[in-house]
């Protein structure tokens, strides 16, 4: 159980999320569980109609459950029925667990430069630097050790967690969580070569842009474009030790899985889904409504269609499998080539033998 | 040479690892070393025979070898015959080399919360923050940078490196390792879409548990449970730049190599060996006595048997060096079919004739 | 428009690039910029001929293009004839907008031990720690929450970015720029096994050099050597989440790209180009001369010459593309092979008939 002013009845929750109430909607919950470890005041949810038994079973106080499940669960539970039980289950813990929430505040150790603006209710951890030229958005939360580096721009009710990085002139729009250890706006990764073999930096003075309500996971970087703009859209969530280079454009509602890699200049549109640990070569452009499974590979320059794409150099699952069914079978191909061979001679023998 | 505390005679590391010395037992050395750099005083080792030559030259006072090889080093040098010399090298530089003891100090830049409960002997950097309700073991050093998050409770004597981060309410056992920047307990990477297209956060309330000695490598993640949590099974070893994802578990005495990456609901079980840049999908599990090659992918759900593991998808390796050497001949064997295809038509075409 | 003591004329930057000034030759620029978004004041570049027009219709104050092309773009911009544009580009941003210079400081939160020796002109930003014995050459740049362990060495007119790690110990050359997060010198990943299945700390007692000049990318690692040295090769260039391995050597002008990781012992020789997500084996050589695209996997062991090579295993780029031609036409050669099959059952049968 939380805090009692988040305490809700199962009326109150199932109003919310647009669900029905079935049994004691008057019971109270204060926060959300899995079946295996939810005891009394917890909600949990089921979205697989077999796992019915096992949450009547457990010690919540409240089952969020298919339409039409109810009936089946009912006894010593409240039940909210719904259409999407895991999204309802999201909303609900979004009302009883909220992120924390940590009021104005300027810590001692924190290093704030005078034309740095911070807006109202703003909270400045231990050791936080705020550079010249930087502003913060109103409730915006900076924690320990994250650096806010010149005239870097962070919006309205952010997070940054411990020990972010975002270099000189980078933006951030509102409510943009940024995990512990992220760097935002390092120097792409660009050289040009001398006749002695010298490599020359080619210039990134350009900047990145991250819009609203994104969020990105720990130790992941996005690197400030050459000339121009790397941009992240409203929206998009990234997962740990993704690495974003430089003028690299992703769009809206993108999720792309941890530890993949976006080469320069590359653009992933809107609505796009990447797994883990995919690489994208240099100017490649994803469209809006593709899938990518994990560990993919794209080219340079490749153009991903929509639907659901596999392997290196990647291609349609589909054909990806049948490939990957055949490649199975080599082995025995080899084998039946051998066979064939065999036969083949034997038949020009037989023949050759006739012929004399 | 190291310390005059740290100095052993030959006799001493050869009774602390089990092995015998052969030579002068009384010559006294301090350090480890390799057979290229190694000076007197030092202590090398050979595990395979035919590096006796060089370590015989080699300026080591003492050389640890396998039984029998004492007769082919006697000369200048002490040597410690052991079935396993390489262990036994381990084993003496536990001695010689002990990991740095950094003694009772916290440094007046350190934000330790007053609620926090810091135990005897605790090392606390610069800049570091234990913040309120968290708990630090005895003996343990936490370095400059690190941050400690509210209710998080560490063990005695671990040592978490600059920039460390440990979020609220995550768990270390005793001699826990952290290298600089890693980050345990970030939100694990789970969302569930509206009918709008808009992402809403899966709660990640979980937690984290790392059991006793523990080591994990620069800039490795290990994410909170969304419920429940992940686990980090005593004496299991990861390397840099690993990402562990939520309610993830990983048994005891585990290897992972640097870059892999475990997704969401995986099972590790004991004694697994991992390579690096493996991915795994959500929900596979790998069993006990299982060794999987680097750049494996294992798909979600996947079962991992005992054996040796390769390629994406994983197979056996005997399977999958199979298909390899087929796939090396892939451009003959689609020659051969031309061939066939060209003799078939022949031998049909003098059957034809024959037949008129 | 930059500062404007960095303005400079067009004739003056022809000479500095040893190109050819066209047109308006005392023309001042102050700035680079993309064809996109140049403006009055910009210096843009034309690679390739197709580009021209763009340039022409754009807003810049100059455009550096192949040498003849002056003729093409004659009008209201001034023209840098010469052989590399893009070289030429990058050799005026160096003085248009040289990297940003902090001068002599030491921020009031941050810990430079006593017996430390910092040189002239050097930058401490907040919460920096500069530890017992260490070393800082003149006009290097440390900021904040960066960490220079024990008797770590940094050279002359270094940048070390928010949130570096230096372990005690080693060593960077010159002019080292190290992006936010990099950590050299955390410990190698090695370890024994004894009898009892616990896994013993090989020693990690070596050291790190990094020469003059490398750039090292965000969040990326380079282990300490277990025993003597880790190396990476002066003008070297690695990108963000790269990780090098203990006793790693690489030479010099290698270019990395990002999260590639190099397993302990391999040595990558001068001149070498790796893409990113490659991975290495242990005591792999890659010789001079050689290019290994993204996403490659090198066994442990092997060497890779000159050349340019491809996939897992690694294997001539050539080779490659021919097995995946044949790889793409797998499932014909399966209906192929029915197919043959199918025609020497007949034939046989037809032979057995005529046999009769």
Redesign the interface.
Known sequence: MNDSDRVKTVAELAAHVGGRAVGDAGAHVGG???I??AGRGDVVFVEDEKFLDAARACGASCVIAPEGAGAKLEGAQSVIETA?P??A???V??VL?PP?RRGAFI?P?A?VAPSAKVGEGVYV???V?VSEGAEVGGGTQI???A?VGERATVGRECVL???V?L??GVTLGDRVIL???V?VG??G?G????EA???????Q?GTVVIEDDV?I???A?V?RA???TTRVGR?T?I???V?V?HNVEIGE?V?I???T?V?GSTVIES?AVIG??V?F?DHARVLSGAVIG??A?VLPGKIVRPGVWWG??VQPLEEYK???A??????R??E??EE??R??KE??A??DE??E
């Open positions: 959300v569980a899995s295996e470890d999407r895991k999204l289950f999201a909303l813990a979004e667990c924390r810590h150790t290093s951890g231990a050791c630097t924690l320990a050790g650096f967690h411990p020990n990085v270099y000189e995990h512990a250890g760097v390092a120097d990764f050289y040009v070569r001398d073999g010298v490599y020359h930096k080619f210039p003075v969020e996971g720990a130790n970087c690197d050459a000339l121009g929206g969530k997962d740990n030790l690495q280079g509602r999720v899985a941890a530890q890699g080469s609505d883990g640990q690489g070569g994990s560990q590979g290196t150099p049948r490939r990957n055949s490649w199975g079978r080599l082995p191909m080899r039946e080539i064939l061979k036969q083949v038949l020009t037989r023949l006739k012929g």
